[in-house]
């Protein structure tokens, strides 16, 4: 009997290889006069793969067909998207395979993408991906005609809303995406290379600062507090300040401003770029430190330092009237740390707020 493969660990296929495979059998349906119900297509990074076709049809010189998207396990938001390829012969031309994109592809509004402003959100690898697959069944066609092929994605504008692609200027819905074709569970590198993006985007719209945030808490507060920045500047960075800060130094950004917790921020402090809750714990005697340093007396120190959580040692300092100055120092410690790493780099201020999104500190050095 076969193991049966862990919970979270079936891939899926992307955007981007999902829509190939619609344009390469709709192509074939255009060549032949019908659209098979099977269709096996290249993916970015050379493998081939059958995918079923659920729609499929030719009639006055178009052809149409959906690929349903699956994305394994991860929790995708474009999970069961209808990926639909409608293709159709141009006569006055030849050689050419013209992307266009359709209802719910997302339209690009911003410079900093890597794509054409007016344009389809159709990043450059699938772009390839899907002419490859254009090129590979209708190159005797192309010889003498072009191709126009119209990728759109019904209901895209509402999984858009559920994505950053607001906040990058692009707008109407999702983008068709992927670089090797396949969906890996719960994908950390899709993530941060998000928070690579934001950060190039901001750069790119000439914006000086980034508001790093860890989540979507922090993320709403700091968006009520910096009411005077443009919506590019705001990136949620999860776990992947080591990346954002990289990447702000690349591109010339001059401010760092950072939306967090009091975990999140103390992780920071003790040396960590990746903050991830599994990874290390809270130093708490880091923050027995700061107690001791604004004025706890002994055993509320020993009493943070024995405890689990940064959260803990918040509350100690609140009932001793001390959590202002705590939270400073706090927030001191973070910038030291950051300033170690990149000397010399940025300016830095942390906004600081408790679990129900209000502020407790607004610390600039």
């Known amino acids: 009997m076969m193991a049966k493969k862990p919970k979270g660990t079936r891939k899926g296929y992307t955007t981007g290889a999902c829509s190939a495979a619609a ?29 079923t076709v659920h729609e499929g049809s030719v009639a006055d010189g178009l ?53 054409e402003v007016g344009g389809p959100a159709i ?10 697959n254009i090129r590979e069944v209708a190159s005797e066609l192309l010889r003498t005609q072009s191709l126009e092929v119209t990728i759109s994605v019904p209901g895209g504008q509402d999984m858009a809303k559920k994505t950053l692609n607001d906040r990058l200027g692009i707008i109407n819905g999702i983008s068709i995406l992927g670089t090797t074709g396949i969906v890996h569970p719960y994908s950390t590198a899709a993530f941060r290379a998000s928070v690579v993006q934001g950060v190039q985007v901001a750069a ?71 903050t991830h809750a599994r990874r290390n714990p809270v130093n708490t005697q880091l923050l027995a430190d700061i107690a001791q340093q604004v004025g706890a007396d002994a055993t509320v120190c020993t009493e943070i ?15 001793l009237g001390l959590a202002t ?32 999104g209000n502020k407790l500190v607004d610390y600039v050095k």
Do not use: W
């Open 204 to 274: 790119n719209q000439g914006q000086q600062a980034v508001v790093l945030t860890t989540g979507g808490r922090t993320e709403k507060f700091t968006i009520r507090e910096l009411t005077d920045l443009d919506p590019a500047c705001f990136v949620q960075m999860g776990d992947f300040l080591g990346p954002a800060l990289d990447t702000a130094q690349q591109v010339g950004i001059k401010q760092i401003i950072i939306g967090g917790m009091v975990g999140k921020l103390t992780k920071i402090a003790q040396g960590e770029v990746i």
């Open 305 to 319: 330092a024995a405890g689990e959580t940064a959260r803990f040692a918040g509350e100690c300092m609140d009932e």
């Open 63 to 115: 052809a149409h067909a959906v690929i349903i998207k699956d994305a394994g396990d991860d929790p995708d938001c474009t999970h069961d998207a209808h990926l639909t390829a409608d293709v159709r012969l141009v006569s006055d031309s030849a050689n050419k395979v013209q992307l266009k994109g359709g209802n719910g592809v997302g339209t690009i509004t911003m410079r900093g993408l890597g794509l």
């Open 123 to 132: 990043n450059p690898v699938p772009r390839k991906n899907i002419e490859a």
């Open 325 to 356: 100055a705590f939270y400073k120092e706090l927030c001191a410690r973070v910038i030291a740390t950051l300033q170690a790493r990149y000397p010399e780099t940025f300016s830095y201020r942390i906004l600081m707020c408790d679990f129900e």
């Open 23 to 51: 344009a390469r059998a709709a192509t074939l349906g255009l060549l032949t006069g019908s659209v098979a119900e099977q269709i096996e297509s290249l993916l970015p990074n050379g493998q081939r793969v059958n995918f």
